[in-house]
């Protein structure tokens, strides 16, 4: 009987059921795939996520090539200031400065309020996002910022020619509440 149950398991394990260990995803795996199969992922992944991609910024920063946040300054295209592993980038520190607009065409944020966004919509959360980020990288204009939804882009946001391109796969990064800090 025990042998049967043991050949059962095992067979269940093959097919995908059981207590098997998930598949590790990669911030860069994340940032390529549709952003809202992370909405049903653990806060804790997705923290763990933003602080990958966060990582990296440091690694990237003024780096020419490939980066996650690609930054264009004086025409010439390389990687964004770092970001700080601490930044809660829902807390934008410039209070409205500058003026945002979002692209009405082709693929919009939703005004739709979710969990995954902390009680915010995907909107409002980017609008967040974007101000931290524009301001973290001393981004001074007296134009409007035009904000694009990149989804699927290889980066996590890029500033160029005057607009912010943000992968929504980012924004849930990005919104993933921080740990609870342990005693």
């Known amino acids: 009987m025990k042998r049967l ?53 440091a690694t990237q920063q003024g780096q020419a090539g ?35 607009t979002f692209d009405t065409r082709g693929d919009r944020f939703t005004e739709d309020r979710r969990e995954a966004f902390q009680g915010l919509s995907e909107r409002e959360a980017t609008e967040l996002v974007a101000r931290s980020l524009l301001h973290r990288w001393s981004v001074k204009t007296a134009a409007p910022v035009l904000v694009i939804r990149a989804p699927g882009a290889p980066y996590a946001a890029a500033w160029i020619d005057g607009a912010l391109r943000i992968n929504p796969a980012f924004v849930y990064m990005a919104a993933a509440p921080a740990a609870a800090p342990t005693n």
């Not at 067979?11 to 994340?30: E, F, W």
């Not at 992944?45 to 990582?55: A, C, P, S």
Request: proline fraction near 6%; hydrophobic fraction near 50%.
């Open 66 to 100: 490939t980066v996650l946040f690609p930054f264009m300054q004086d025409g010439e295209l390389k990687g964004a200031p770092a970001l700080d592993l601490r930044a809660d980038l829902l807390q934008a520190p410039d209070a409205g400065v500058l003026q945002l």
């Open 5 to 57: 149950l043991l050949i059962s398991l095992l067979a269940l394990s093959a097919c995908g059921v059981g207590n098997l260990p998930a598949r590790a995803v990669t911030s860069s795996q994340a940032l390529a795939g549709t952003a809202e199969w992370l909405e049903f992922e653990s806060p804790a992944m997705r923290q763990e996520l933003f602080r990958d991609v966060v990582r990296s910024s």
